[in-house]
């Protein structure tokens, strides 16, 4: 039962962000950077602007809309960049063994030990902000619980009937990772991507924030709380719902990995009935 209530409620939430982030441009009612009016900032939530206008007077609901399209090209493509360095290290590292498994290991270690936020802001004071440098910045920064599962996962596999058989045959080392160890880790490996894309976007959020991930005027739900910041008392609407939308975001993707994971994990299933 809980297993079909988070992956129902996790799939449902990430509908609704990608069905904003996709159809904003048919969506919103306004446009996010040019149509601000002055005379109408700070307005309250009405019919005309369902989540209020801003300090500039631009509609907040509009900018929430194209706010979900970075987060949503944030979360995507740099848990694909994680997860492609992930899977490679981890499933070389424990296919091969020997001295590059410590290696990789080592590594590994060391990316644990340094604050993955930490990190992405020493990435981005040297390429400068702008979304092209946060895309590498997050991707380059959260692979290491990847890389571990998918070494564990290939560590458990490579001694099995099937591996060695392929290695009988005269498959090469690199066709039996491809072929034969990969497609058994894809699950776990595609959980953690799901678990991940949460993680991103509240980063996005967090180096748009402090003023070094998306340059306004361009619409974040980070640089929207920025400039709500000294609204707070005046018009809260304009950062209370740049936060829900993250909330959601977050909530959404983090419910819809846990439900895969229970999904694929017959113990977890077992467990949990």
């Known amino acids: 039962m809980r297993l079909r209530f988070n992956l129902v409620l ?39 602007h369902w989540m209020g206008t801003d300090g500039q007077g631009r509609d907040v609901f509009s900018r929430v809309l194209y ?38 290991n080592g590594l590994t270690n060391v990316m644990l030990a340094i604050p993955s936020l930490v990190f992405a802001l020493a990435i981005m004071a040297v390429l400068g902000p702008g979304l092209p440098s946060l895309l590498i910045a997050l991707g380059l920064t959260n692979w290491s619980w990847t890389c571990r599962i998918a070494r564990s996962s290939t560590l458990s596999l490579k001694n099995q009937g099937f591996v060695q058989a392929a290695k009988v045959a005269g498959f090469g080392d690199g066709n039996i990772m491809r072929t034969q160890i990969l497609p058994n880790i894809i699950g776990p490996v595609l959980v953690m991507a799901t678990l991940g894309i949460g993680g991103a976007v509240l980063a996005e959020a967090a180096l748009s924030f402090l003023g070094v991930g998306i340059r306004p005027p361009q619409p974040s739900w980070g640089n929207m709380l920025t400039d709500a910041r000294e609204l707070l008392r005046a018009a809260p609407w304009a950062a209370v719902f740049p936060g829900l939308a993250i ?20 113990h977890m299933r077992t467990r949990r009935a």
């Open 67 to 104: 706010g979900a399209q970075v987060s949503l090209t944030v979360g995507l493509v740099s848990q694909l960049i994680n997860s492609c360095i992930g899977t490679a290290l981890g499933v070389s590292a424990g296919y091969f063994g020997g001295w590059w498994d410590d290696l990789v």
């Open 247 to 266: 909330f959601i975001t977050v909530l959404g993707f983090n419910l819809l990995g846990d439900g895969m994971r229970d999904l694929l994990d017959p």
């Open 10 to 48: 996790g799939l449902l939430l990430a509908a609704i962000v990608i069905i904003a982030g996709v159809f904003a441009a048919w969506i919103a009612p306004y446009h996010p950077i040019i149509d601000a009016d002055l005379m109408n900032s700070e307005m309250p939530p009405s019919w005309e």
